[in-house]
Nanobody, 120 residues
Framework: QVQLVESGGGLVQPGGSLRLSCATS????????MSWYRQAPGKERELVAR????????NYADSVKGRFTISRDIAKNTVYLQMNSLKPDDTAVYYC?????????????WGQGTQVTVSS
């Protein structure tokens, strides 16, 4: 059974930091690119950051470049999102995503999301 379980969300003041974690199981973590998406109320879900299956390539939305860092620990089957200098516009539900192609078939898994609220 595939599971992606996010944690680390919460309420933080502007300028603060949070570290999100996504613990995974039930699939070959090392073969999948991992991403963080977010969705704010009334807005579409957007890609925040992505990291390749090897961890050597990462990409970020322009709005978070220089403030967020995505990383992965293959030994722990876990992906992280370090968020610094948080702004009220970062308020959203953050979702973990795993995407890969195995033997010509594409797989796409999602977590349940964790709420991040940036407010004074």
């Amino acid at each position: 059974q595939v599971q992606l379980v996010e944690s680390g969300g919460g309420l933080v003041q502007p300028g603060g930091s949070l570290r999100l974690s996504c613990a995974t199981s039930g699939f070959s973590f090392a073969l999948y690119a991992m991403s963080w998406y977010r969705q704010a109320p009334g807005k579409e879900r957007e890609l925040v950051a992505r990291i390749s299956n090897t961890g050597t390539i990462s990409n970020y939305a322009d709005s978070v470049k220089g403030r967020f860092t995505i990383s992965r620990d293959i030994a722990k089957n876990t992906v992280y999102l370090q968020m610094n200098s948080l702004k009220p516009d970062d308020t959203a539900v953050y979702y973990c995503n795993a995407r890969g192609a195995i033997r010509g078939r594409e797989y796409d898994y999602w977590g349940q999301g964790t709420q991040v609220t940036v407010s004074s």
